[in-house]
């Protein structure tokens, strides 16, 4: 058994929450230690982020169970629908929530392995790239390798596969 620990986030509870059991269920056949993150879900539902709220003491509760569960994971797999050609509104309130608890925005993120994936029903090429160019701001190792399914295009398993195969093989400091 590996020291390395996936995360499956999922920014939909449609297709997404889907695709990301898909990894979840992959990743523990791999022998991975894997736990699914749902930002869907009531339990981690985040008020719209506003930068007068944003300091520590004005931060919702349930950001902090957030953060170490993200923290703890060495390695990720963020499942997201595109949103108007971009990242949806859940996923970026949460990344702005998340990249200002520290004193470096960049901490939680930096160095991360990290794997994109999307069920759109468009192409998803707007929003792939859009998670890219912010992930790699905030320091993410970002696979080169992502992706894309739709109805028309299912994601095959040997995909998956191959993705977390390569995800898992990049290294985090921590």
């Known amino acids: 058994m590996s020291n390395k620990k996936l995360l499956v986030i999922a920014a939909s509870n449609g297709e997404n929450l889907k695709l990301a059991k898909r990894f979840l269920v992959a990743g523990k056949e791999l022998n ?3 736990e ?9 539902d ?3 982020f506003n930068p007068r709220n944003n300091s520590k003491d004005k931060a919702p509760e349930n950001l902090k169970l957030i953060n170490t569960e993200m923290e703890s994971h060495s390695h990720w797999v963020i499942c997201a629908p595109e949103y108007n050609g971009s ?6 309130n949460a990344i702005a929530w998340l990249s200002v608890q520290g004193t470096d925005f960049r901490s939680l993120f930096n ?8 069920f759109s029903g468009g192409g998803c090429m707007e929003l792939l790239l859009s998670m890219r ?3 790699t701001h905030l320091g993410a190792l ?3 390798r992502q992706l894309a399914t739709n109805k028309s295009k299912v994601a095959e398993d040997k995909s998956i596969n191959a993705i977390l195969n ?5 290294n985090h400091p921590n």
Request: glycine share 2%; proline share 10%; charged share 10%.
């Open 87 to 92: 990242i949806p509104p859940i996923l970026t």
């Open 111 to 118: 160095e991360r392995p990290i794997a994109i994936a999307s």
């Open 133 to 135: 160019i912010q992930l």
């Open 32 to 34: 991975y230690s894997c």
């Open 46 to 48: 985040l008020p719209i």
């Open 142 to 144: 970002v696979l080169g």
């Open 36 to 44: 699914l993150l749902d930002l869907t879900d009531s339990k981690n």
């Open 166 to 170: 390569q995800l898992l093989q990049l």
